[in-house]
């Protein structure tokens, strides 16, 4: 967490995207601290991508401003950001036709070193990268960043024929191969079963324990996201609607209405403790996920 008087990690002041009639995000404010992990949740269409869009710079606010570490950064382009420590991963799996697991890896590595490399400077200077990448011996380079997601069996082969849960930890590796000083997640378990989502889990939380930075991750897995997740945001109609602690704000309800309905708040009994952990149960997706401590992150692949 910052200390008093440091500026967070990631700022969003008043945030609003309008997609011709639709209002995606609507005065949107928070923060994010160093070091801290914030799950953003809320139903279909609430906004969710469309916030990391805007913080990765895809996509343009109108009003609001984007900070980064005190800076503003709401004109830069992607690239630009990535420079400053941004990373993301994609919620559509979008892999690069014909390039291998280490070429992502190696792409990402790129997008964090100084001056950047865009496609064509990453074609002239691969043999200098890959030299650089392959002789960073730190926690995080690209050979331990391999390792620790369950990836060097597959490094040399295509990315794009791996399994869902292959291509998301390739995104990820991708992602972390930049050094982000902020990474955004946008449903990193998406589509992969109860164990394999637990794994990545406890491959995120081993990670975090090496490596500080504000991390901000969107999934619909609630159980996910409650272990992975300092603090919780949620987010409907472009509205941020609860912010908490997890079970604060899987118990509050301002969601269970944004879930099950308006009818589901004039049927809840009074608000207290034990109503809450019911709520947050209920929320929490059915399969529950048990902590994912003492996962090995060495073996996710083979799951995935
Ligand atoms: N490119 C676009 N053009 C028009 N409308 C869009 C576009 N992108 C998003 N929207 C609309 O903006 C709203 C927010 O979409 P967004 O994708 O951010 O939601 P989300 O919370 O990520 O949803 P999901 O959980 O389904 O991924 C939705 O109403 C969506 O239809
Ligand atoms: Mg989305």
């Known amino acids: 967490m910052s200390g008093v008087g440091e500026s967070p990690a990631l700022e969003l002041q008043g945030i609003t995207v309008r997609f011709g009639g639709v209002v995606a995000l609507s005065d949107v404010s928070l923060q994010v601290a160093e070091g ?12 969710k991508t469309t916030l990391i ?15 980064l570490y005190g800076d503003r950064v709401t004109r830069l382009p992607p690239a630009r950001r990535a420079h400053r420590g941004l990373a993301r991963t994609f919620q559509t ?4 036709d014909g390039m291998t697991v280490w070429e992502h890896v190696l792409l990402g590595y790129a ?19 890959e030299d650089a990448a392959k002789s960073d011996t730190s926690e995080l380079g690209p050979v331990a960043l391999l390792d620790k997601l369950g990836l060097a069996a597959v490094a040399d082969e295509l ?11 390739v995104d990820m590796a991708r992602a972390l ?22 794994a990545v889990a406890a ?8 490596h500080s930075m504000a991390l901000m991750v969107i999934e619909h897995n609630l159980e996910f996201a409650r272990l992975v997740s300092d603090r919780m945001i949620a987010i409907d109609f472009g509205k941020v609607i609860a912010e908490g602690s997890p079970d604060e704000v899987l118990g509050s309800d301002s969601l269970r209405v ?27 997706s059915s399969e529950a996920m048990t902590t994912g401590e003492g996962e090995d992150q060495h073996d996710v692949a083979q799951r995935a």
């Not at 990315?159 to 930890?169: C, D, E, H, L, P």
């Not at 191969?177 to 637990?198: F, I, N, Q, Y």
């Open 36 to 47: 801290e992990t914030v799950g953003l949740i809320g139903p279909n269409g609430a906004g």
């Open 93 to 96: 799996l979008s892999l690069f």
């Open 159 to 169: 990315a794009s024929t791996q399994s869902v849960g292959v291509v998301r930890m």
């Open 258 to 284: 944004a879930y099950f309905g308006e009818e589901a708040e004039a049927d809840a009994p009074t608000s207290d403790a034990a109503t809450d952990a019911a709520t947050a149960a209920e929320l929490a």
């Open 111 to 129: 997008a964090g070193t100084p001056h950047g490399a865009g496609s064509g400077r990453f074609v002239s200077q691969r043999k200098r990268l």
């Open 53 to 67: 869009d805007v913080i990765a710079g895809n996509r343009r606010p109108d009003p609001g401003e984007v900070v």
């Open 177 to 198: 191969a930049s050094r982000p000083k902020v990474l955004l997640l946008d449903e990193p378990v998406s589509g992969l079963p109860e164990p394999e989502a637990r």
């Open 203 to 210: 491959a995120l939380q081993a990670i975090r324990k090496e």
